[in-house]
């Protein structure tokens, strides 16, 4: 049984850094970083493969890093130059098979979650 938890959101103004942490336990093929902000469906942000291979929605690249610490089964967001826009709930996801990478950014994709971290950013 895979368990994750989240941890590091907070409130941030437009230009600041968070980093969300996400505690994993369990075998995991495939970690995920999902945001959901009111009223909008949760979005795919970053994900990371056993491959080492990183995959980014395309409002987050080059501000957003996703990694991971094997030794500690510990998952990592590093946000930098946060916007407004990216206020939400931020949830990490894990997978225990493969996924072709056009579908790694897909929620139903995934068949565990945390219970989520909230981050808000202030312009």
């Known amino acids: 049984q895979v368990q994750l938890v989240e941890s590091g959101g907070g409130s941030v103004q437009a230009g600041g850094s968070l980093r969300l942490s996400c505690a994993v336990s369990?075998?995991?093929?495939?970690l995920a970083w999902f945001r959901q902000a009111p009223g909008k469906e949760r979005e795919g942000v970053a994900v990371i493969g056993n491959d080492g291979n990183t995959n980014y929605v395309d409002s987050v690249k080059g501000r957003f890093t996703i990694s991971q610490d094997n030794a500690k089964n510990t998952l990592y967001l590093q946000m930098n130059s946060l916007k407004s826009e990216d206020t939400g709930m931020y949830y990490c996801?894990?997978?225990?098979?493969?996924?072709?990478?056009?579908?790694?950014?897909?929620?139903?994709?995934?068949?565990?979650w945390g219970q989520g971290t909230q981050v808000t950013v202030s312009s």
């Open positions: 996801a894990a997978g225990t098979m493969y996924l072709a990478w056009w579908a790694r950014l897909r929620p139903s994709k995934y068949n565990y």
């Open positions: 369990g075998y995991t093929y495939i």
